[in-house]
């Protein structure tokens, strides 16, 4: 299994600004997917971080406010643009490499805005 | 009605109790079912992967599913204060390579000395 680490584990910021967060794998993987995950609702997808290509978002989320990079298999970041206290929220990356069926997980950025 | 419902709970039991948590689904395309387990400021750690209907037994957990009940299962035998966490389950149509999961809210559980 892949062991992903994210940066940073936590941050406070201001209305209107942008945060990067930065999600890095052990190993290379296929898939890498950024979720959101607030309190007391289930982790919501936000997009598939596609290598060398621009990502896949699901329904909600688009690239102006979630941009995503993924420039190598093993690295990828989801920049919050603009941000609001509604995205106060836990962002979690996760990885899945060739031939498995399933995911794992960083261990989540904690973004607070104020 | 979401694709996939899990009680939040909480679930609170003493030290050695069997624990069952559930969950139900509407899409009856999903084939993989997985469970994660995720301690508090932690990311989500797989703990059992399925595919298809059937029973898993790892150690203490055992992972069941009903197809045609659009029903899953996790039982935890014995359990013990460090099995303390949010227990989700997740599910998806194709494997995860290729398809997205769906994740239910998560069971909160308790287990006490």
């Known amino acids: 299994s892949a062991v992903i680490s994210q940066k940073p584990s936590r941050d406070i910021c201001q209305r209107g600004t942008s945060l990067t967060i930065q999600c890095q794998v052990d190993s290379q993987v296929t898939m890498m997917f950024w979720y959101r995950q607030q309190p007391g609702q289930s982790l919501t997808l936000i997009a598939t971080a596609n290598q060398g290509s621009e990502a896949t978002y699901e329904s909600g989320f688009v690239i102006d406010k979630f941009p995503i990079s993924r420039p190598n298999l093993t690295f990828s970041t989801l920049t919050v643009s603009n941000m609001s206290p509604e995205d106060s929220s836990i962002y979690l990356c996760?990885?899945?490499?060739?031939?498995?069926?399933?995911?794992?997980f960083g261990p989540g950025t904690r973004l607070t805005v104020l | 009605q979401k694709e996939v419902e899990q009680d939040p709970g909480p679930l609170s039991v003493p030290e050695g109790a069997i624990v069952s948590l559930n969950c139900t689904y509407s899409n009856s395309a999903f084939q993989y079912f997985m469970w994660y387990r995720q301690y508090s400021r932690k990311g989500p750690e797989l703990l059992m992967y399925?595919?298809?209907?059937g029973n898993k037994e790892d150690g203490r957990f055992t992972a069941q599913v009903d197809k045609s009940s659009k029903y899953i299962s996790l039982f935890i035998r014995d359990s013990q204060p460090s099995d303390s966490a949010t227990y989700l389950c997740?599910?998806?149509?194709?494997?995860?390579?290729?398809?997205?999961?769906?994740f239910g809210r998560g069971t909160q559980l308790t287990v006490w000395p």
């Open positions: 399925t595919y298809s209907s």
């Open positions: 997740a599910m998806s149509r194709r494997g995860s390579t290729l398809g997205r999961l769906y």
């Open positions: 996760s990885g899945a490499g060739r031939g498995e069926d399933t995911q794992y």
